[in-house]
C-alpha cells in the first residue's frame, strides 16, 4: 500500500532563516506530487505541484521554492523565511494518468516563524 | 475556473442529531467532487468523492453526499452526529491539470 511521510511534523524558524521540508511517498511510481499551504480559515492553497523529477510548476509568487530530486521526493525550500511563511503545509500524491483523480495528503508541518 | 463555496465556516450540532455541511461548486468542465476531513494537526482524509454514475454517494464514518448538478450543489449529510465527527471538512472541486480547488472549510462541532 502507499504511504506518504513529511518532516518535520512541526518547526519554529526565525525571520530571515532557510527553509527545508521534505515528503516521500511510498508504494508508487511517477506519482503527481503537490504542496500546499493552509492558514487559519482560508482553506488549502495550492503552492507548487509536480509530474516528474525536475518538473515544478508554481502556482503563485512567493518566497518558496520547490524541487523534485527524485521520483518520490518532494521538497520545499525558502532562502529566507518570512514572518507570513507561518501556517500549516500539506504535501499530497495522486497516481499519474487520466481518472486518477484523488489526492492523497501526508501528516503535514506546523512551520511558526518568529 | 473551479471554485468552491462552503456556506458556513462553523457548524455546531449535538450528538444524536443531522449533519448537514453545504458545498456549492463552480466548474467549467463535468465536476469530479470530493469531500476531505481534517482532525486537528493531521492531514486530510478523504471521505468520499463524486466522479461519474450515481449521484448519491456513500463514503467512510457513515457520511454521504448527493450531486445535484441544477443546484450545483455537494452537499454531506450524517444521519446521526457523533462525538468523534467533530473536525473540519473541506469541499474540493476539481480543476484542469488534474488539480484540486478546496473550499475554505467547514468546522463541524458536536455537543453532548
Known amino acids: 500500500s502507499q504511504t506518504i511521510h513529511q518532516w518535520p511534523a512541526t518547526l519554529v524558524q526565525p525571520v530571515g532563516s532557510p527553509l527545508s521540508l521534505e515528503c516521500t511517498v511510498e508504494?508508487?511510481?511517477?506519482?503527481?506530487l503537490y504542496w500546499y499551504r493552509q492558514a487559519a480559515g482560508r482553506g488549502l492553497q495550492l503552492l507548487f505541484y509536480?509530474?516528474?523529477?525536475?518538473?515544478i510548476s508554481s502556482e503563485v509568487p512567493q518566497n518558496l521554492s520547490a524541487s523534485r530530486p527524485q521520483d518520490r521526493q518532494f521538497i520545499l525550500s525558502s532562502k529566507k523565511l518570512l514572518l507570513s511563511d507561518s501556517g500549516f503545509y500539506l504535501c499530497?500524491?495522486?497516481?499519474?494518468?487520466?481518472?486518477?483523480?484523488?489526492?492523497?495528503f501526508g501528516p503535514g508541518t506546523r512551520l511558526l516563524v518568529l | 475556473a473551479q471554485s468552491v463555496t462552503q456556506l458556513g465556516s462553523h457548524v455546531s450540532v449535538s450528538e444524536g442529531a443531522l449533519v448537514l455541511l453545504r458545498c456549492n461548486y463552480s466548474?467549467?468542465?463535468?465536476?469530479?467532487l470530493f469531500w476531505y476531513v481534517q482532525y486537528p494537526n493531521q492531514g486530510l482524509q478523504l471521505l468520499l468523492k463524486y466522479t461519474t454514475g450515481a449521484t448519491l454517494v456513500k463514503g467512510i464514518n457513515g457520511f454521504e453526499a448527493e450531486f445535484k448538478k441544477s443546484e450545483t450543489s455537494f452537499h454531506l449529510t450524517k444521519p446521526s452526529a457523533h462525538m468523534s465527527d467533530a473536525a473540519e471538512y473541506f469541499c474540493?472541486?476539481?480543476?484542469?491539470?488534474?488539480?484540486?480547488?478546496f473550499g475554505a472549510g467547514t468546522i463541524l462541532r458536536v455537543k453532548s
Open positions: 466548474s467549467s468542465v463535468p465536476p469530479y
Open positions: 474540493a472541486v476539481r480543476s484542469y491539470g488534474n488539480k484540486l480547488v
Open positions: 509536480s509530474v516528474g523529477i525536475g518538473q
Open positions: 508504494g508508487t511510481s511517477n506519482p503527481n
Open positions: 499530497a500524491w495522486q497516481s499519474p494518468g487520466a481518472h486518477q483523480e484523488t489526492q492523497y
